[in-house]
């Protein structure tokens, strides 16, 4: 049998979670603490295996009985803390992960929850149990994480997705696209700021990525003086399937 101490300050809370736990086989609940000092005092009298820990105690908080239970000042260093607490910061969850928890449960939960937490636990007991001369295969099956499962089928990109780049944002491109569709003879980046509103260079800036993941093309345009314009195509069978460098 695990041996179980609840500690919470909330009596009726701590009734339930004796209840929860002692409806598994395999576990009885050996005593009930409210306050840390009395979680302390019970683990040192009643040798639990595993405490159920709150973290919100009105006179030393959960971190502090994790550490002293781990520094084996209360006569704790073997005893295993599972915390159930509504405490949902991320330094608390860190702190707990610090000092050897070896689960950490959010209130409110529903009862599946904690229950599947303790098989786990009761299972990597047993297994632990098992090992006389632990090789690495044991050891990485000790500490794996539960397998997720199969990554569920992602639904296939629309045709014309790519990957945006920094400083590209999808409703900015489907507006440059729009109007560059819709100009077959070709666009520069001077006419499609006018059409669209915006300066003239994020109108290039635009106007290139579109280039860059072959769905346009330039073409220069000559003049009788100074540079040539660059005037942008949109290619109506340009594969979709390329991608920008993410930045």
Not at 106 to 129: C, G, M, N, T, W
Not at 184 to 208: D, F, N
Request: glycine letters at 8%; charged letters at 25%.
């Amino acid at each position: 049998m695990i041996r179980v101490l609840v500690v919470d300050d909330d009596f009726m809370v701590a009734r339930l979670h004796r209840k929860l736990v002692e409806r598994l086989d395999g576990f009885t609940v050996v005593g009930e603490a409210r306050t840390g000092a009395e979680a302390l005092r019970a683990v040192r009298e009643l040798s639990p295996d595993l405490v159920l820990l709150d973290m919100y105690l009105p006179d030393i908080g959960g971190l502090d009985v994790l550490r002293e239970l781990r520094a084996g000042t209360a006569g704790g260093s073997e005893v295993d803390v599972l915390v159930v607490t509504a405490a949902r910061d991320a330094g608390t969850v860190r702190g707990a992960l610090r000092g050897g928890a070896v689960h950490y449960v959010i209130k409110p939960f529903d009862s599946s929850v904690l229950h599947e937490r303790l098989q786990q636990y009761a299972h990597r007991r047993r297994e632990l149990a098992a090992i006389a001369i632990p090789a690495q295969a044991d050891v990485d099956r000790v500490f794996a994480t539960p397998d997720p499962g199969p990554t569920p089928p992602q639904p296939p990109e629309p045709a014309e997705a790519v990957r945006l780049p920094k400083g590209v944002t999808e409703q900015t491109a489907g507006l440059v696209r729009t109007n560059l569709r819709g100009r077959p003879e070709g666009l520069s980046a001077s006419e499609c700021a006018t059409a669209t509103g915006l300066s003239r260079v994020s109108a290039r800036r635009y106007l290139e990525f579109f280039v860059s993941t072959g769905q346009a093309q330039v073409t220069l345009r000559y003049g009788t003086t100074g540079r040539p314009e660059r005037r942008y195509h949109w290619l109506a069978d340009a594969p979709a399937t390329a991608e920008a460098e993410n930045g």
